[in-house]
């Protein structure tokens, strides 16, 4: 914005000058030349009364002196043809004065001043002074020079005072631009100071009224949050007691353990809506584990519904740059989804195998497939949520992946789910 004002005002300045300044030294030129002439004018004036009266030698004798004092060849033409002075052939303007016409020419040599002198009694004699280019011109060059030095200082002038108006301009908008990369970066107690014309200013009183409102209502819905998952509790602890009431062992303490990652789950997200800024450091965890332990998990129910599991894990460590909660969020709702929308005896397999750089996570069934959008955030064609696969694709986002939905080999739904190494604290 600095530079295009600087130009236009730049632009506006040199027309403006040379609508100005070029007339200004045509002026000077015409002025100059005219000066020339009327001095001419005069020297050939002041000799009208010796042509008229005195005698050849006089006239040659005042020519001289004249011609001498003035620097301009002068030449008088006599009737009866004798030239006085700076002998030179007769021009026509010679030839029309002669006839009693005084006028002013122009020649090659410069400007001639030819004056008639009426009077004699041998006829009218002819005085002829020319004006050299050099006498037209004199101080022409220098007045031009100083009008475009004075035409350059102008237009730095007006160049120096645009920059300024500018930078008022710009540094607003400037300040404008940051606070919304600020906010956008989740800086959200970023504000800007209204400064500028009334318009930026109420442009800046805006975007804080706007950073305040956004302040608020996300406030509102951490604590919204917040308060559902802490409602959950609630039944949490009566699943809890009613697992610690069962007779067999073994099923107490697998719903037990089941109601305590629930819970563990419910804590995280409590903290999670809490949080004012991102967690220091870049996230890590180790897919191997994470993918056994919650297949472990499931199987328990799939041997329940009849569900036959494959699991092909890669031997771990497998790093990847993900939280460990949200990974373990992600592979809960992919396997969930098989359980939710598949019959009971449908078999599935799970493999985790390293790929180019990336660890590929893949969740295949024998289902009747995935139906067209499933992976649209709050979209579902089965009465779910519509969120599982949407977790699952922010989990890979955040480890630099992506998520794919793809026909299983045996004809039904396969998710991709490929995920990026941890990244360095540097290159975060």
Known sequence: MRARL?????????????????PLALLVRTVAEDRATVRATADAQSLVP???TADAATIRLTVEQLAAESGRPVSVFLPDGTVLGAQTPRTP????AARGQSLTGESAAGREVVIAVQGRADGTGVIRIVVPQHELTA???RAWLVLALLGVILVLIGLLVADRLARTLVRPISDLSAVSHRLANAELDARVTPAGPPELR???????HLATRIQVLLVQEREQVADLSHRLRTPLTALRLEAESLRDPEDAARITAAADGLERAVTGLIRQARWRHSPAGPAASDAAAIVADRVAFWSVLAEDTGRAVTLDLAPGPLPVGVAADDLAAAVDALLG?????TPDGTSFAVRLAPDAGEVVLSVADEGPGMPAGAVRRGASAAGSTGLGLDIARRAAQTAGGRLELRTGPRGGA???????????PRQA
């Open 202 to 208: 109420e442009v800046a009183g805006a975007l804080n």
């Open 139 to 141: 101080g022409v060059t």
């Open 93 to 96: 303007a010679v030839a029309l």
């Open 6 to 22: 600087a130009l236009l005002v730049a632009a506006v300045s040199v027309l403006t000058l040379i609508a100005f300044l070029v």
């Open 337 to 341: 989804n098989v359980f939710a929308h």
């Open 50 to 52: 010796v042509v008229g």
């Open 414 to 424: 396969q998710v991709l789910l490929r995920l990026g190494p941890p990244t360095s």
